[in-house]
């Protein structure tokens, strides 16, 4: 018991080192994509930049507006980092001794307990921006989820298992990529919709919403927010990972390497989307979901579980 609680805090504390550095690297990247250099003030080429931002957010002053319901606003953004942290317990990590053999359907359960946190974040700031950009970010995430989860249901019946572990080991022959390109692709515009990424940031919307619904945090709140919002980002690119690049399995004695590399790989289309494309219509995101992305996900599933039943016959 004492070594899982051991190797479950450094996981997090990985996770939370991984979130400081991929803001830096996104803010190079993004940079360096309209032709310019970047934080490159503070220490050698920027590097301590995300400890130095993570220093002036905690060390400023809280403000809370008066209107407020201030303990379930205080809880929010803890409640929304908690969530984010507890999503990575279920990578099966050097440091992690075990893991539960249902990790997928929790992974599910997770992410949909998330969506509470920013609903309440608008909620209790009793701020009509933030209301509605939560509202807008909650509509998007629960659309979003339904072909997620269709997705994940298509990848589950190839293997029979919820476990991740059992379905990185299922693609030692040949990737899941290359048996259907086109659910990979869903599959990643869905992720991004989800961490509500640029193009699909409309619950950031800074024209109508006013930064949305974390317009009324300051200093930790907004940290917390921050970082939790790019956990979500880190672990949805690993899932991307294990379920479609077969975890990084180039040589077992090299996996930790190649696991970072395609991890990396996955997190840096987040941010070469966000550079390349100006924001989607809002009502175009949800004919997307409904009407694009439900029938063809549906149509996948139907053939994987008719392919299922023909196999098990066999």
């Not at 994509?33 to 970047?38: D, T, V």
């Not at 790019?230 to 077969?246: E, Q, R």
């Not at 040589?251 to 289309?269: E, R, T």
Request: net charge positive.
């Amino acid at each position: 018991m004492m070594v899982e609680l051991i190797s479950s805090i450094i996981s997090c504390i990985c996770a939370l080192l991984a979130v400081a550095f991929f803001t830096l690297l996104e803010r190079k990247g993004l940079s360096y994509f309209q032709l310019r250099k970047g934080p490159n003030k503070v220490g050698m080429m920027g590097l301590p930049q995300p400890l130095a931002d993570a220093v002036k957010l905690f060390s400023k002053e809280y403000i809370s507006p008066s209107m407020v319901n201030m303990i379930p606003f205080m809880i929010c953004p803890v409640m929304s980092l908690f969530l984010a942290l507890l999503l990575w317990m279920l990578y099966n990590s050097y440091f992690m001794v075990t893991m539960g053999g249902l990790s997928l359907i929790m992974f599910l359960c997770i992410s949909s307990i998330g969506v509470y946190s920013v609903m309440g974040a608008g909620w209790f700031s009793n701020s009509k921006y933030a209301l509605l950009g939560s509202i807008r970010a909650v509509a998007q995430s629960i659309s979003y989820e339904v072909s997620m989860s269709l997705i994940l249901m298509s990848c589950l019946l190839m293997m029979g298992s919820v476990n991740l572990v059992v379905l990185m080991k299922y693609q030692t022959p040949i990737w899941l990529v290359f048996i259907n390109f086109f659910m990979f692709l869903m599959w990643f515009v869905s992720s991004v919709a989800e961490t509500h990424r640029a193009p699909f940031d409309f619950a950031e919307g800074e024209s109508e919403l006013v930064s949305g619904f974390n317009v009324e945090y300051s200093s930790a709140g907004f940290a917390l927010l921050f970082m939790a919002e790019y956990s979500n980002i880190l672990f949805m690119s690993v899932l991307v990972v294990c379920l479609f690049l077969g975890g990084g399995f180039l040589n077992k004695s090299l996996l930790g390497l190649s696991m970072c590399l395609f991890v990396v790989m996955v997190s840096w289309m987040f941010i070469w989307v966000r550079a390349s494309y100006p924001r989607y219509r809002y009502d175009l995101l949800m004919y997307l979901i409904w009407k694009s992305y439900l029938p063809c996900v549906l149509c996948i599933l139907i053939f994987m579980i008719f392919m299922s039943k023909i196999i098990y016959f066999f």
